[in-house]
């Protein structure tokens, strides 16, 4: 019983560990990206390169302290088979509405300048 | 027999428990493929500023920041009124709860006065593309936070009321995966829309 109990208080500890961890870390994580763009420390492709990976950092983060996600037992293995569903429903309708968009002017046979001169032309029609 | 019918019974709302956990955590996988579909929608009509000032003029990034870390800091109360309940601890799980209502309502309250700030100086959501879009995402946002805001009142009253039972343990652990969920979004909106925004 008094085992039991311990056992218990155990389980407690290392959830309030895991929640000031997971609030630290996510702080320091929240303000490492703000400084890198404040700051200037990168520029360009780098510096959106890092805040992603520091975002994806903390998703991370806060997906085990916050949500336990990766515990174990049957309930927490089909948390995560629906996460990761949602994680590939995700990437097709991010990914590809980028990169349809992005080929939008280039299938149209217009250049990016015709197809602003043909939008202003057709708003000033006042469609 | 009273015995076994009270295991039988721990063992049932144990299972009706992790059902209905698993029911709510599905509403929020889909609600991810919603604020996905606007993130799409936004990276895509970011540069579609009509002529107006885009991203760079408009946020500012010390105020978001500040809105950052008080979700964040919501977040972290939200986790400890929970652990407090598990252990059975009513009292700080009412206050764990109070003040995450208090700091949600100030994150809330510093969005509006931004999105007054920006209709006022004529930058609504008619305005152009990218404002359509920036005001849906972030909007979208608020009002799950909005929603989120009643939610903890209510479970306050509950927990006034009934006390630690299974029934409010569980829909206070519910709460608890939702306001984590929101938080993890506003990292995505931070990164995406503001930081990004800026660069």
Redesign the interface.
Known sequence: MRDEKQAGKGI?DS??QR?VI??LS??VL??A??GL??GQVLTGAM??AA??V??AI??VV??VC??HFGSKGA?AR??QA??Y??LI??VI??GG??WI?ANLNYNMMMSPEDMDKYMLEQSNKGF | MSIVAGQEHRVEEHEAT?TK??GF??YL??D??LF??L???Y??LREGTYGGPGGRELFE?PFV?LE??IL??S??TC??SL?AA??GLVKPAIIGLGATFVLGAIFLTLELGEFLKLMGEGHSWQASAFLSAFFTLVGTHGLHIAVGLLWVLVMIIQLVRQGLTSGTIRRLGMF??FW??L??IW??I???VY??G??
């Open positions: 407690e959830a309030m929640y997971g609030f996510a702080l929240t303000l990206a703000y763009v404040v510096l959106i805040i992603v520091l975002a903390q998703l806060q997906l916050f949500l309930d089909l948390h629906t996460f569903l949602m429903i995700l309708i991010v509405s980028l968009m | 992790a956990t698993l955590w599905i996988m889909t991810c493929i996905a579909s993130f799409a929608t990276i895509v990034l920041l950052t870390i964040l800091a977040s972290f986790g400890l652990l598990r252990k608890g995966l984590h969920f938080d993890i990292i995505f931070f990164t995406i930081l990004m800026v660069i």
